[in-house]
T-cell receptor
Framework: KAGVTQTPRYLIKTRGQQVTLSCSPI?????VSWYQQTPGQGLQFLFE???????NKGNFPGRFSGRQFSNSRSEMNVSTLELGDSALYLC???????????????FGQGTRLTVV | SQQGEEDPQALSIQEGENATMNCSYK?????LQWYRQNSGRGLVHLIL?????REKHSGRLRVTLDTSKKSSSLLITASRAADTASYFC??????????FGGGTRLMVKP
């Protein structure tokens, strides 16, 4: 069974640009979550999508957005990039068959975003 | 914001020794999960313990959960050099949203 796939693996962008990151969950998983990891703030939750609906949202500015498609694939977008957005962005998928949450998460290898 | 703290922040041991990491959290939880991360790569799920469970085992891993003290511990027995990594605890209390601790950097010397 294929794991969680994130593309691209590495990305360099300029301040002010926007970026879209992609995540393909494990087949059959309906919940997809996104996290930002930085040396200063550690791992922080961005948002969770379940069946194309945002179910939970972290404390990030509106420049960070996401969506989920009917095949459960998810994208996150960051507009007007700032230097502080440089980070490892991780996607995780969960089976959540009963739609109740409380299930284990499986992470992709991440996308390393560098803003210059 | 992070849910809690992990202790110690860094741990260095010899191969064959046991490694114990502790995690404290602040709010009620559905479950607590432990993850391993090698050199800034993706997180590998190790074990999930639900709020109504007190102890769980998986291979060389033993996890305990004390909800009255809002704390958990991860024990790795007979450690190997390949166990060198950062270990994170994460709590879940809504959907599949995880709140992570700061992590423990474990170094196992051959």
């Amino acid at each position: 069974k294929a794991g969680v796939t994130q593309t691209p693996r590495y990305l360099i962008k300029t301040r002010g640009q926007q970026v879209t990151l992609s995540c393909s969950p494990i087949s059959g998983h309906r919940s997809v979550s996104w996290y930002q990891q930085t040396p200063g703030q550690g791992l922080q939750f961005l948002f969770e999508y379940f069946s194309e609906t945002q179910r939970n949202k972290g404390n990030f500015p509106g420049r960070f957005s996401g969506r989920q498609f009917s095949n459960s694939r998810s994208e996150m977008n960051v507009s007007t990039l700032e230097l502080g957005d440089s980070a490892l962005y991780l996607c995780a998928s969960s089976l959540d068959r009963l739609r109740r949450g409380n299930t284990e998460a499986f992470f992709g290898q991440g996308t390393r975003l560098t803003v210059v | 914001s992070q849910q809690g703290e992990e202790d110690p922040q860094a741990l260095s041991i010899q191969e064959g020794e046991n490694a114990t990491m502790n995690c404290s959290y602040k709010t009620s939880i559905n479950n607590l999960q432990w993850y391993r991360q090698n050199s800034g790569r993706g997180l590998v799920h190790l074990i999930l313990i639900r709020s109504n469970e007190r102890e769980k085992h998986s291979g060389r891993l033993r996890v305990t959960l004390d909800t009255s003290k809002k704390s958990s511990s991860l024990l790795i027995t007979a450690s190997r050099a390949a166990d060198t990594a950062s270990y994170f605890c994460a709590t879940n209390n809504a959907g599949n949203m995880l709140t992570f601790g700061g992590g423990t950097r474990l170094m196992v010397k051959p």
